[in-house]
């Protein structure tokens, strides 16, 4: 049984069963908040737990495994939920934190609504009120202009956060911990989904959310072929490419692309910006990148308030020169 009380991290499994990256930063996170509370730190597996996938878990530091014997696919939010809602009623923990990705944020707030709590989304620094006791959890705000700091004052406390926030807890074979099988009949609500057609998309290089570099083009990118020298640019970096609204909408690139609000909230080491004007909309999705380059003909176009470094000129004369230079240097 549970003992009640700590953190719980919602475990999420990749396409290969192995833990999401995302998974592990959570439980260094979860690790530091699980001390400030003299609390336990406990992960609950979503998808088909494979043994290996427990042990690994404990590796990296959690005391407790909640695993399903039989648990239904990542696919299936509903079924996820039903799995989640059995494994916070065995453990009761005080934090559940998930991670800010497309499960995570369609699992969030119909946790909290099921536990009568409150949720947190999108944080970027977490940690715990030494005189309440309550998670504390910062977030970007208006844009990413301002932090805002939100406090749930009901338990579990509720939230999601954002990825390449936290670092995970190195690996530690010896590290002992328990693992809890949770019988649950996942099958007994019918799901409100169903899946018509999965297509795989293919892009060379690692994901937009997980890439260390992302090269995003805007609407002064001028069309589809500008994109082809910003996707070979993420190519020499080991990046990834992005993109603001209006290139999605108008299909230039796939909107899978897309960076901001209505799209993917990334976080990468470095992030260059090639004609893109820095609307809100779009800093909220890439504010919070350690580094930020920018490329753009107009001297006052916002996105150099947020850049470290600018480049002010036409991008077809400056992304040429900067992999001429790249190629030198990487030669
Ligand atoms: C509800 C809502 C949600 C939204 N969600 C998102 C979102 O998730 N992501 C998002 O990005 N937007 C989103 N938007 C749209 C957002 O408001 C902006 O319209 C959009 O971000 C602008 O994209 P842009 O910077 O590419 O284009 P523009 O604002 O048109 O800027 C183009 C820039 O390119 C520069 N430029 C032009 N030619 C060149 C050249 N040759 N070389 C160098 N620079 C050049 C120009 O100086 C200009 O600064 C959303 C809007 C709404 C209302």
């Not at 998974?23 to 609950?44: C, F, H, T």
């Amino acid at each position: 049984m549970g003992k009640g009380g700590g953190v719980a991290v919602v475990a999420e499994l990749t396409e290969q069963g192995d833990i999401a990256p995302i998974s592990l930063e959570l439980l260094g996170i979860g690790a530091k908040l699980a001390d400030e509370l003299d609390g336990e730190l406990s992960a609950m597996v979503l998808g088909c737990g494979l043994p290996d996938v427990a042990q690994d878990l404990i590796s990296h530091g959690a005391g407790r495994v909640y695993i399903a014997s039989e648990s239904p696919s990542q696919d299936d939010p509903d079924a996820c939920l039903e799995l989640l809602e059995a494994f916070r009623a065995r453990a009761e923990p005080d934090v559940v934190l998930l991670g800010h990705t497309t499960l995570g944020q369609d699992l969030a707030p119909r946790l909290a609504f099921r536990a009568d709590t409150g949720v947190v989304t999108d944080c970027v620094d977490l940690n715990i009120d030494p005189e309440t006791g309550l998670l504390r959890c910062a977030k970007p705000i208006y844009g990413g202009v301002a932090i805002g700091v939100y406090v749930v004052q009901t338990k579990p406390q509720v939230a999601t956060v954002r990825v390449r926030v936290g670092k995970p807890v190195a690996s530690d074979d010896r590290r002992e911990g328990e693992v809890i099988r949770v019988d649950i009949d996942a099958d007994s609500r019918s799901s409100r989904y169903s899946w018509i057609e999965k297509v795989k998309e293919v892009t060379p290089g690692p994901r937009l959310e997980d890439a260390s570099v992302v090269v995003t083009g805007g609407r002064g990118i001028g069309g589809p072929e500008g994109f082809e020298q910003l996707r070979d640019l993420a190519k020499l970096l080991g990046g990834a490419l992005g993109a603001t609204r209006p290139p999605c909408d108008s299909g230039w690139v796939l909107s899978s692309c897309q960076v901001g609000l209505t799209g993917k909230i990334v976080s990468p080491n470095l992030y260059i910006a090639v004609g893109v004007s820095g609307a809100t909309q779009h800093l909220t999705g890439m504010s919070e990148s350690k580094h930020i380059i920018a490329i753009n003909k107009d001297p006052d176009a916002g996105i150099f308030k947020v850049a470290d470094f600018g480049v002010v000129g036409d991008y077809r004369e400056v992304v040429p020169a900067f992999v001429r230079k790249l190629d030198d240097l990487l030669s």
